[in-house]
Structure formats: structure tokens, C-alpha cells
């Protein structure tokens, strides 16, 4: 990047001058480099500053003065617009540079501006890890989901599972009552028996059975 200060080395004007050097002393003394553009002399730097003026930032009568900044072919401001970034200590951001390592903006401590800067590289970690870790728990998902049932088998399974428990307990009731029906046909059979002995024991004697029994004597 090339920071680019159209400026014009003939100029009638002592305070078009003076910003100049005011502008041209600050930044050697930051050790930025930079490149001298001279309008006066030149009238393609003379077309080509105009033209790339925002029309916002030119004046009424549209030809703005001298001197202009640019880094490469972005507009970076007017002397008064660098004039304010110069108060706030704020230059490397009007020239969208980063500052040198060290740089303490003003009014901010170098702890907080180290801590912010460790903040953005911890947060920019933290969004390079988490695609990582989606995807890891996606695979860890995928590689168990084959083991797990699905819901309809294991709820298939579960009413199977009832229906087997309910025709079990049908089985054990309908033995209970064939058990419990033998133990009462059995008693009815003994008195079925004992009332056919008694039958036969009060049948009447014959005439033959008499006279066997007369001749027995």
C-alpha cells in the first residue's frame, strides 16, 4: 500500500503550503512512506486528483485543493479530515494502515488495545473451531445411529412384548380353572361309586340265594 499526497509545489497560497508540509513533517515523522503527486506541474495528477474526489468532499465550485490523500486508489481525506485524525491520534486508520507494534491510540491503554486484539484472535479461533466440532459431533451422530433402534421398531417391539405378557396370563388363568375343575369332579365320582355299592347291597336276595343259604345251615 502507497499512501499518495497530491499537492502542488507552486502554489501562490501560504496556507495551501503550509498544509502540505504540515501533512508531508507528520507523516516522516511516523516513517510512513508515502509519494509526493505535484499538480502544478503535472496535468494528468491534476485530472486524476479531481476525478477521484468524492463529489461530497469537493467544494462548491468542484475543483478541490490541494493537499488530497490516497492510499493506492482509495480517497482518504482532505487536510481538515486528516487534521481531526491527527487530534485523535487516529492517523493509521485514516490511512487504513495498520499501526506499528507498540502504538498507543490515545486516551486508550496499551492493556486494553492488547486485550482487545488478543480478544478478535481468540474470537476468530473460536469460528475457525466450531465448523470443526459440528462436524465432529455429526460423525459421532451418523456412527450411532445404525446401533439405536428407531422409535417405530422399539415401539413395535414394546406392544409385541405386551401382547405376549397378556396371552402368558390368559394361559395361567385357563390352567387355574382346568386345575380347579378336576379338583371337583373327583369328589363327584367317589360318591357316584359309593352310591352304586350301596346299590347293589340293598338289592333283595332271591330264591336261590334263600335256599343256598337254608342248605348252608
Known sequence: MVIKVFLASSSGSTAIK????????????????????????????????????????KPENGI???????????????????????????????????????????????EEQNGHAEGEQVKEEEEEAAPAEEDAVQEEAEEEAPADAPAEEVEKETTE?????????????????????GVEEEPQEVEGEAEDEKGEDDQPMSEVDLTLGVCSV
Request: hydrophobic share 30%.
Open 18 to 57: 503550509k498544509k502540505q508540509q504540515d501533512v508531508l513533517g507528520f507523516l516522516e515523522a511516523l516513517k510512513i512512506d508515502y509519494t509526493q503527486l505535484d499538480i502544478a506541474c503535472n496535468e494528468e495528477n491534476r485530472r486524476w486528483m479531481r476525478e477521484n474526489v468524492p463529489g461530497e468532499k
Open 64 to 110: 478541490p485543493l490541494p493537499p488530497q490523500i490516497f492510499n493506492e486508489e482509495s480517497y482518504c481525506g482532505d487536510y481538515e479530515t486528516f487534521f481531526d485524525a491527527k487530534e485523535d491520534n487516529d492517523v493509521y486508520t485514516f490511512l487504513g494502515i495498520p499501526p506499528p507494534l507498540g502504538f498507543k491510540k490515545k486516551g486508550v491503554p496499551t
Open 161 to 181: 412384548a405386551a401382547a405376549d405378557e397378556e396371552e402368558e396370563e390368559v394361559e395361567e388363568e385357563a390352567a387355574e380353572d382346568e386345575s380347579k375343575r
